[in-house]
């Protein structure tokens, strides 16, 4: 009804109806508007895209119609004001430079009440529309002037601009969508305005929480979560690389205080979704790294023209400060001096609308949808789980961590990297004996902490249940396995009589391996053919497998160990064994494989000089891990993929991955991998056969945990496979 009665009427309407349970697709088709269905989980931008590839295809050779064709979005439950369009429209003829133009946006109820003249978004990530509190309209903001971002409700974009810049961002199926298009069309040369005189009226049911969000993202369907979600989004894909960081730190930080403040308001379930928004982007990069990569095509000019429309600290402490104060005069008025509401406008002004249009679309809550919601997001059930898990099994820990094998930790990270590079160490009556690498990595690692060693390692053994769940669920992933599949994937590893008895013995060397094999084993699986992986991506390959070694000898060996078979194996399926002839030789060795595997090879050998001499030297004396031995378990428990020793799950607490060892030998598609698990197997059981004494300790047997979570994750991965 308010486009019939629109001054300047449009051209052609489309409607897309996301799954609605009214009668409104009735309506539409009854008024000879074609409707596009989709299912009720597709986004805004995903329902503007299809009404946009249903319009007929640009002719770019007839009267410049690329540069003349306007497209007008309107929400479900907004209605422009009769002179809308026309004003939008006359206000872009007389400037061509503009690329998107968005009216003034009312209130529904409140007819005078501003809620958005132009928006914009703070360093913090919060919405801001630069108005008083409850502003009224009077007039003060009918100019046209120029904004970071209009609302996609009322939205007048250039179909060119529209396509140039491909649309909404995908990622953004609800909330912030506008802001972030606004950005990008900004830094793409195009101008954007806001257009005082149209007016359109909202009523906002998706952000007042009105009506239920159904969108992919939205978690649990909580409005808050998905728009904080978002809001850091919008910044980590459009800011520029260098203040990344910062803008990281202040989202983290914002996040932490807002959630606090919702706690002393007795409103858990936001503080919640503060923390919830950071922690979806934190375990979820893939999206982020993308749009950072598709920002770059149509980037024209520099970042430094959005910091004119992003407001200064002062000027959003100066509102923060007018707010509270109108807060605190409205909360001594008495009834009696309150003023009348203000009269509202009738719906004359907007045309003829349906008076059931003012009903609120109350849905019934169904039992347990909550729950039934969150079954539906495996990934972050399990994440619920698994920290459920990691606060009742580390209730013991809290506070500062020592005894087992965990090696003493300075206060200072300073005094680790000294040490790493003084070659007199004051241990007994004094060593020359090189410091390890991974010394110098716990150091440098304790920057996150602000330099304090002790509570990055109590912070890691806390996370690590956490952190290996994740790693494994998206390497999972890539390995083609479903959500349901990869999620029970990384829960059982995390939770591997292995990885229990490293956090409760103090093995940061076993964890940090457990870790980064993950990373390790997808990025070399699916390059099993080294000619198509990168140069770049390869030497980060390298890089984490030094880390790796770095916490655990028997690691470096067994890596030296595994591509230096690949490496001769690789050789011998290039020529025939029998030729000797230096000119064959040489050709093979310049193949572009030879080199990237001999790169794998060397490279984290180079990185752990001297202490990978001194290994080579001598092996069987060079295989304890960081920090103290600790008696570890006999053939039978490692045999049974639990390293056993002190504070080790019962072997009646059967670990499944002896079943799943036999089952992947069965099956011949899994037996190349299967064969790897089995082999570090064996090799696990004959090297903790062995006695060693060092790091001022008894001999004991040589720890081979190291072995077991790398053969417990080939197997699990390939079972689910398998499944």
Known sequence: AALSSQKRLPDQIIAVDNGSIDGSVKLLSNAGIPVIKQSKSAGFGSAVAAAVAKLPIVDKQINNQENNEWLWIIHDDCAPDKLALAKLLEAVVERPQVGIAGPKILGWYDRKHILEAGISITENGTRWSGLEDREHDQGQHDEVKNVLAVSSAGMLIKRGVFEELGGFDPSLELFRDDVDLGWRANIAGHSVICVGEAILYHAQASSSERRAIDVKDAILHRPLLLDRRNAAFVLLANSSWWILPWVALQLLFTSIGRSFIYLLA??????????????????????????????KKNKVLSARVIKQFIPTRSTQLQASLERISTSISRAFKSKNAQQNPTQVKSYSDIGIIDESFDELEFVEGKSFAKIRALAKQPFLFGLLVISIFSIFYSRNRFGSLSGGALPVAPDSAMHLISNFFTSWHLVGLGSSSPTPLWVLIVGLASVITGGNPQIFINLFFFFIPLLLYVLTYRSARRFNLSNYSATFAGFIFAVSPAILTSINQGRIGTLVVAALFPILFTALYNHQQLTDLKWRKLYLVTIVAAIAAAFSPIFLLVWLGYQIYQLINQYIAAQNINSTKWEDISKILNQDEIKKRFALLITPFLINIPNSFSLLANPSAKLLEPGLSVPSGDLLSVLLFNPGGPASPNLYLLAPFVLYLFLCLVVKQQRRDTSLAL???????????????GNNSNAQRVWTGTLIVIAQFILTLNIFSLA
Do not use: C, H, N, Q
């Open 266 to 295: 007795k409103l858990p379930g936001y503080a919640a979704d503060e923390i919830a928004a950071i922690g979806l982007l934190i375990f979820k990069p893939a999206d982020l790294i993308k749009s950072r990569r598709y920002r």
């Open 679 to 693: 082999i570090l197997l064996a090799l696990s059981v004959t090297i903790s056969s062995f006695y060693i004494a």
